[in-house]
């Protein structure tokens, strides 16, 4: 039996036993009487409807707060697996793929007694910039926009950035543009630069609920009243003679069953009170007995069912953490490894003062994909490379350990860099299944002399600082990435490399960082700073770039970051006699 029937049956009962006992007095105390049972019967309904709603709303908000930080969880989750392997997380590109929208812009619904749109969750990044949101007025904009209107919004957006999860009340629009109070949760999407905000409005999640208690409440109050009036003017002439003491005993039987029936109404809302505040507590083992009425052993099979997820999400949780913490250490040991690789001793050849050579690598992750290198040919030839990986992560370092191993063994063999760069990529090429390819330059140094013969492999061209502090591009001789073409034949070009001029390698993580405003760096702006910084040493130069680099972007470096340095020793002073 539902409790709404059950509700009925006791109040009306109740209501007729208070009759019984009213119509042994006389017609005037009968009428005085009905009038007066009249309003304790309504104010005893409209009372006890008040209490189980503000208790079916107590507990119904709190289970529904729970239900929204699980949708904000999942559809991080969800999110985190779908980016996973993305290399380029352009927002017009993402707001494009309408399975990552549908992710990342789906509906919270109510399901109380029926299914119907309560909330909705978007996702940002850590600037507050709404990069998919299902209202499209809101979408592409800041939420700072609205930090002076809605500074509690605000306050929890600003939060998620250095918190995993945030949560509470605030007041925003709705998708028309309405302005409600809503349960916002914040959940920070794993390895991604983005945030999903899950938020519903809790009167709405559970409306359907609250409106039918009321109703029932204001029904029986309606038929109370108009069985007493009926029943005292068809009765009112036979229970002048009608033993008083029979009144007596119905009403206190009435009394009673009206008693033991709301101790049975209200007992099972109790538990789940008392349940949902423990759940609060973190005991996840927490469990109600599923009795009373239909609708209450259901909600209480819904939060036992609650308790036990939550248990199973807390396990698989920690196993992940400590499954995440053996992948980083092993990456850690990674890095180390592929940083033991690059040469890091500075100066490198302390014999040879015809030049100055310094070079730095940032990487964007724990183990990069870029990596220099320079070795002496022989007394006179210096070899130098810088290369760009593709993709990030271990695969990159481990390709890129592999072409660097296999380029400094065919100089070995051939000094021609065009030659050189042609069998490395004959080499590389071969058995590549994971399809895998570095872009590159090559180059022999004549120290003697300043001749720099070099071979491109698809990399940005080099730029050339004069001593008047010109800057200049040269190096493009756009060949394919080594990797890609199996029989590709590279050309060589050679130029002269004057006293006093300098020479610089960069890869892509140098123009390409972005600013938070999603602005490039470019090779301009590389450009003016290098004509401001020219005529300083090698390692003032890379430093230099580094941190404009680092300050650019605002610590969010999204590649790595490569930069070489060659700088060509001035002619000593003429002697004057």
């Given at each position: 039996?539902?409790l709404?029937?059950?509700?009925?049956?006791a109040?009306a009962s109740?209501t007729v036993?208070?009759?019984a006992?009213?119509l042994?007095?006389?017609e005037i105390?009968?009428d005085?009487l009905t009038?007066?049972?009249?309003e304790?019967?309504t104010a005893?309904?409209?009372?006890?409807a008040?209490?189980?709603?503000?208790?079916?709303?107590?507990?119904?908000?709190?289970?529904?707060?729970?239900m929204?930080?699980?949708?904000a969880r999942?559809a991080?989750?969800e999110?985190?697996?779908?980016?996973?392997?993305?290399e380029?997380?352009?927002?017009?590109?993402?707001?494009?793929?309408?399975?990552?929208?549908?992710i990342?812009t789906?509906?919270?619904?109510?399901?109380?007694?029926e299914?119907?749109?309560a909330g909705?969750v978007?996702?940002?990044?850590?600037?507050?910039?709404a990069v998919?949101?299902?209202?499209?007025?809101v979408?592409?904009?800041?939420?700072e926009?609205?930090?002076?209107?809605y500074?509690?919004?605000w306050?929890?957006?600003v939060?998620s950035?250095?918190?995993?999860?945030?949560?509470?009340?605030?007041?925003f629009?709705?998708?028309?543009s309405?302005?409600?109070?809503?349960?916002m949760?914040?959940?920070?999407?794993?390895?991604t630069?983005?945030i999903?905000?899950?938020?519903?409005?809790i009167d709405?999640?559970?409306?359907?609920?609250?409106?039918?208690?009321?109703?029932?409440g204001k029904?029986t109050?309606?038929?109370?009243?108009?069985?007493?009036?009926?029943?005292?003017?068809?009765f009112?002439d036979l229970?002048?003679?009608r033993?008083?003491f029979?009144?007596?005993?119905v009403l206190?039987l009435g009394?009673?069953?009206g008693?033991v029936?709301?101790?049975?109404i209200?007992r099972p809302?109790?538990?789940?009170r008392d349940g949902?505040?423990k759940?609060?507590?973190?005991?996840?083992?927490?469990?109600v007995?599923?009795?009373?009425?239909?609708e209450?052993?259901?909600?209480?099979?819904?939060?036992?069912?609650?308790?036990?997820?939550l248990?199973?999400?807390m396990e698989?949780?920690?196993?992940?953490?400590g499954?995440?913490?053996?992948?980083?250490?092993?990456?850690?040991?990674?890095?180390?490894i592929?940083?033991?690789?690059?040469?890091?001793?500075f100066?490198?050849f302390?014999?040879?003062?015809?030049f100055?050579?310094?070079?730095?690598n940032?990487a964007?992750?724990?183990?990069?994909?870029d990596?220099?290198?320079?070795?002496?040919?022989?007394?006179?030839?210096?070899?130098l490379v810088?290369?760009?990986v593709?993709?990030?992560?271990?695969?990159?370092?481990?390709?890129?350990a592999v072409s660097?191993?296999?380029i400094?063994?065919?100089?070995?063999q051939?000094t021609?860099p065009?030659?050189?760069l042609?069998?490395?990529n004959?080499?590389?090429?071969q058995d590549?299944?994971?399809?895998?390819?570095?872009?590159?330059?090559?180059?022999c140094y004549?120290?003697?002399?300043?001749?720099?013969?070099?071979?491109?492999?698809?990399?940005d061209?080099?730029?050339?600082?004069?001593e008047?502090?010109t800057?200049?591009?040269?190096?493009?001789?756009?060949?394919?990435?080594v990797g890609?073409?199996?029989?590709?034949?590279?050309r060589?070009?050679s130029?002269?490399i004057?006293?006093?001029?300098t020479?610089?390698?960069?890869t892509?993580?140098?123009?390409?960082?972005?600013?938070?405003?999603?602005e490039l760096?470019?090779?301009e702006?590389?450009?003016?700073?290098?004509?401001?910084h020219?005529?300083r040493p090698?390692?003032?130069?890379?430093?230099?770039?580094?941190e404009?680099?680092?300050?650019?972007?605002?610590g969010?470096?999204?590649d790595d970051?490569?930069v070489?340095?060659?700088?060509r020793?001035?002619?000593p002073p003429?002697?004057?006699?």
């Open positions: 039996m539902r709404r029937t059950r509700l009925t049956l109040f109740i036993f208070a009759i006992a009213l042994v007095i006389t105390g009968i005085q009038g007066r049972s009249t304790t019967a005893a309904v409209e009372r006890i008040a209490e189980n709603y503000h208790l079916s709303e107590d507990v119904l908000t709190r289970y529904g707060e729970k929204v930080e699980m949708k999942n991080a989750n999110i985190s697996l779908y980016l996973a392997g993305w380029d997380l352009d927002y017009r590109q993402l707001r494009e793929d309408p399975q990552l929208r549908a990342a789906q509906d919270i619904h109510a399901e109380f007694p299914t119907r749109v909705y978007d996702m940002g990044d850590h600037t507050g910039y998919l949101h299902p209202n499209p007025e979408e592409g904009r800041n939420f926009e609205w930090r002076e209107k500074p509690d919004m306050d929890y957006v939060r950035f250095s918190e995993e999860e945030v949560r509470g009340y605030y007041t629009m709705d998708r028309e309405r302005t409600r109070k809503k349960y949760v914040t959940r920070q999407v794993p390895e630069p983005f999903v905000y899950a938020a519903v409005e709405e999640y559970f409306l359907p609920v609250h409106q039918a208690i009321r109703r029932a029904a109050v309606e038929e109370a009243e108009t069985g007493i009036e009926a029943a005292g003017d068809r009112n229970i002048k003679t033993s008083f029979l009144g007596l005993f206190l009394g009673l069953l008693l029936m709301a101790s049975r209200s809302i109790r538990r789940l949902v505040e759940l609060g507590e973190g005991d996840f083992s927490v469990e007995p599923s009795g009373g009425s239909t209450t052993a259901e909600l209480s099979a819904a939060f036992n069912r609650l308790g036990g997820r248990r199973e999400y698989n949780l920690k196993r992940e953490v499954a995440r913490e053996a992948v980083e250490s092993e990456v850690r040991i990674a890095r180390q592929q940083e033991s690789l690059l040469p890091h001793s100066p490198p302390p014999d040879h003062q015809e100055d050579l310094f070079a730095v940032l964007a992750k724990e183990v990069a994909g990596f220099y290198d320079f070795f002496l040919l022989d007394d006179d030839r210096l070899a810088i290369a760009d593709s993709g990030k992560g271990i695969p990159a370092a481990l390709f890129m660097r191993t296999v400094k063994n065919v100089c070995s051939e021609d065009g030659r050189a042609t069998l490395a004959r080499s590389i090429s590549n299944e994971a399809c895998m390819f570095v872009t590159l330059i090559l180059g004549r120290i003697s002399t300043g001749e720099f013969a070099f071979a491109n492999a698809g990399h061209e080099m730029l050339l600082i004069r008047d502090g800057v200049e591009p040269f190096g493009l001789m756009r060949g394919t990435a890609i073409v199996e029989d590709e034949v590279y060589s070009g130029r002269i004057e006293p006093g001029q020479l610089v390698f960069y892509d993580g140098v123009t390409e960082a972005t600013s938070a405003e999603n760096f470019g090779r702006r590389l450009e003016k700073l290098l004509r401001d020219g005529g090698a390692r003032e130069i890379c430093d230099r770039i580094r404009a680099v680092t300050e650019f972007q605002q969010k470096q999204f970051v490569t070489m340095v060659l700088k020793a001035g002619l003429p002697i004057v006699h």
